[in-house]
């Protein structure tokens, strides 16, 4: 049986080869950070993680993940309402919600799991979901896995969400769903106006702020502070694994009945692990830190501005951004593949996204900025940068 599916898989995995899609790791041997060892011995400053405020090799963070091993152990061997709920799970979750200014907060094992479970016992048949064309594949998923109506608008395009909003007005709850930042783009997501038409139409929102929370808004409490909407989104779902540390985890926060429902009824809550209690430690100790200064979120925002406006003097074509994501147009996929590996060979390392995963003819390098970058680490990307677009003649 396996020599038939064996050439099978040998088959799709050539053609994966041959368009050009195959993924490969490249392995680092140091810890995350601004500048990063690779195993080639090779030394990169990195602008392709999602580690925007720097935290995912911070002392404080280490130290409290470390006392937590001692005092709580090493794993939890339980899903939450069975034996895997420590009272440091139930203090980050209410870390969060202070953060959110929510009600209340779920932690999963990630955030593909919040939107996994988060629609399926939430919404029925007699229910729809309107969804924004760019957002996440786990809120395409979790989609899937509910039986309410799918209505889909183009990315950020609120006269195409009001229609759909009218289509749907026959429906019993209409709920509009949204990533806060979309990552290929770095745009925001417009939820003043996608606030209006909720209330013009009668219909619940979601925000997914995986790569808005930490980053959007001056405290970076993401798109519900920068839009000053804190407190009055239904949903929101985030996870730990980007500007919060980098290391595992997800939640759903928002209004305290949909959470409590969601402890009865949500499938990657109730049937997978419970996150270690060292990562929720660590979680309570990012919390705290963000409370108590904002140098972390300021200095991200500095470094953002500072490297944003020194690409486009340079004369790149920069997509128009509110967050740490700065996509650098180059359109042609050999060419942001090409540019990729020159600017590695200069030590600096990012990552060229082309079809299927952007548009047919919109390839582009994303730089993603971090609060660990100092400021000769941008100088050095700019330079390098630079170098590159006039040696392959993209400047403008
Ligand atoms: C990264 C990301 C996720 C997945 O988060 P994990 O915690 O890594 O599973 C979900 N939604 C969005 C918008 C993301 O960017």
Request: proline share 2%; hydrophobic share 40%; glycine share 8%.
């Given at each position: 049986?396996?020599?038939?599916?064996?050439?099978?898989?040998?088959?799709?995995?050539?053609?994966?080869?041959?368009?050009?899609?195959?993924?490969?790791?490249?392995?680092?041997?140091?810890?995350?950070?601004?500048?990063?060892?690779?195993?080639?011995?090779?030394?990169?400053?990195?602008?392709?993680?999602?580690?925007?405020?720097?935290?995912?090799?911070?002392?404080?963070?280490?130290?409290?993940?470390?006392?937590?091993?001692?005092?709580?152990?090493?794993?939890?061997?339980?899903?939450?309402?069975?034996?895997?709920?420590?009272?440091?799970?139930?203090?980050?979750?209410?870390?969060?919600?202070?953060?959110?200014?929510?009600?209340?907060?779920?932690?999963?094992?990630?955030?593909?799991?919040?939107?996994?479970?988060?629609?399926?016992?939430?919404?029925?048949?007699?229910?729809?979901?309107?969804?924004?064309?760019?957002?996440?594949?786990?809120?395409?998923?979790?989609?899937?896995?509910?039986?309410?109506?799918?209505?889909?608008?183009?990315?950020?395009?609120?006269?195409?969400?009001?229609?759909?909003?009218?289509?749907a007005q026959n429906q019993r709850f209409r709920l509009i769903v949204t990533d806060g930042v979309f990552s290929m783009d770095g745009n925001v997501a417009?939820?003043?106006?996608?606030?209006?038409?909720?209330?013009?139409?009668?219909?619940?929102?979601?925000?997914?702020?995986?790569?808005?929370?930490?980053?959007?808004?001056?405290?970076?409490?993401?798109?519900?502070?920068?839009?000053?909407?804190?407190?009055?989104?239904?949903?929101?779902?985030?996870?730990?694994?980007?500007?919060?540390?980098?290391?595992?985890?997800?939640?759903?926060?928002?209004?305290?009945?949909?959470?409590?429902?969601?402890?009865?009824?949500?499938?990657?809550?109730?049937?997978?692990?419970?996150?270690?209690?060292?990562?929720?430690?660590?979680?309570?100790?990012?919390?705290?830190?963000?409370?108590?200064?904002?140098?972390?979120?300021?200095?991200?925002?500095?470094?953002?501005?500072?490297?944003?406006?020194?690409?486009?003097?340079?004369?790149?074509?920069?997509?128009?951004?509110?967050?740490?994501?700065?996509?650098?147009?180059?359109?042609?996929?050999?060419?942001?593949?090409?540019?990729?590996?020159?600017?590695?060979?200069?030590?600096?390392?990012?990552?060229?996204?082309?079809?299927?995963?952007?548009?047919?003819?919109?390839?582009?390098?994303?730089?993603?900025?971090?609060?660990?970058?100092?400021?000769?680490?941008?100088?050095?990307?700019?330079?390098?940068?630079?170098?590159?677009?006039?040696?392959?003649?993209?400047?403008?």
């Amino acid at each position: 049986m396996y020599k038939n599916y064996k050439e099978h898989l040998d088959k799709s995995l050539n053609e994966i080869r041959e368009a050009g899609l195959y993924k490969k790791e490249r392995i680092i041997i140091s810890p995350q950070g601004a500048e990063i060892e690779l195993n080639t011995g090779q030394k990169v400053l990195n602008f392709c993680a999602n580690n925007y405020l720097g935290l995912s090799n911070n002392k404080s963070l280490v130290e409290a993940a470390k006392s937590a091993l001692d005092d709580h152990g090493y794993g939890m061997s339980s899903v939450r309402f069975i034996c895997g709920t420590t009272d440091l799970h139930k203090e980050l979750e209410k870390k969060i919600a202070e953060f959110f200014g929510t009600e209340d907060t779920i932690l999963y094992a990630a955030c593909f799991d919040a939107n996994g479970g988060v629609f399926e016992p939430l919404l029925g048949e007699e229910d729809t979901i309107i969804s924004d064309s760019l957002n996440h594949a786990s809120i395409i998923d979790g989609v899937r896995l509910c039986k309410a109506q799918r209505y889909r608008y183009q990315n950020a395009d609120m006269a195409d969400l009001e229609e759909q909003l009218k289509l749907a007005q026959n429906q019993r709850f209409r709920l509009i769903v949204t990533d806060g930042v979309f990552s290929m783009d770095g745009n925001v997501a417009p939820l003043d106006k996608i606030y209006e038409l909720a209330n013009r139409y009668d219909a619940m929102i979601m925000v997914d702020e995986s790569h808005s929370a930490g980053v959007v808004g001056n405290t970076g409490r993401g798109v519900t502070e920068l839009y000053d909407l804190k407190g009055k989104i239904e949903i929101i779902t985030g996870t730990l694994g980007k500007s919060f540390g980098g290391a595992i985890g997800g939640f759903t926060t928002g209004k305290k009945e949909i959470i409590e429902l969601l402890r009865q009824r949500s499938r990657p809550y109730l049937f997978s692990n419970s996150i270690p209690p060292l990562v929720a430690a660590a979680g309570i100790k990012m919390v705290e830190m963000m409370t108590e200064t904002n140098t972390l979120q300021d200095k991200l925002h500095w470094n953002a501005e500072y490297f944003i406006a020194g690409m486009k003097k340079a004369g790149f074509d920069i997509k128009p951004t509110k967050s740490a994501i700065c996509a650098v147009m180059l359109y042609d996929a050999k060419l942001s593949q090409d540019f990729a590996a020159k600017l590695l060979n200069e030590g600096i390392y990012v990552i060229g996204f082309y079809y299927p995963v952007v548009p047919k003819g919109q390839a582009r390098i994303r730089v993603q900025l971090s609060a660990a970058h100092e400021k000769e680490h941008l100088d050095k990307a700019l330079k390098a940068f630079e170098k590159i677009g006039k040696e392959l003649g993209v400047l403008k």
